[in-house]
């Protein structure tokens, strides 16, 4: 299995970035994906995630209204996009995947993790 984060960077506050998430190894269509993030010096957080039907979409109520989650299952690949950015965004972001998702922020549900891509929002 693998999880190919990428999009990544350095931008400043209020700007916008994209994350993109090629999955391989497993059955694309029967899994949830999703983003967590990790700030330095804190546990990760859950961001974002989607099921596998592209109709139910879940955020973090710290990024609603500016994060995006969307999966192309013709492409194996989610993305995630980043609209208003603040400098408390900044952190490692990881992909995940999920055969069987809740719905819920419990990052431990999670089945398989990516390498993670650093987003850094400068003042």
């Known amino acids: 299995v693998q999880l190919q984060a990428s999009g990544g960077g350095l931008v400043q506050a209020g700007g916008s970035l994209r994350l993109s998430c090629a999955a391989s190894g497993f059955t694309f269509d029967d899994y949830a994906m999703g983003w967590v993030r990790q700030a330095p010096g804190k546990g990760r957080e859950f961001v974002a995630a989607e099921r596998w039907s592209g109709v139910s979409k879940y955020y973090a109520d710290s990024v609603k209204g500016r994060f995006t989650i969307s999966r192309d299952n013709a492409k194996n690949t989610v993305y995630l996009q980043m609209n208003s950015l603040k400098p408390e965004d900044t952190a490692v972001y990881y992909c995940?995947?999920?055969?069987?998702?809740?719905?819920?922020?419990?990052?431990?549900?999670?089945?398989?993790w990516g390498q993670g891509t650093q987003v850094t929002v400068s003042s």
């Open positions: 995940t995947a999920a055969r069987y998702y809740s719905g819920g922020n419990t990052v431990s549900e999670w089945d398989y």
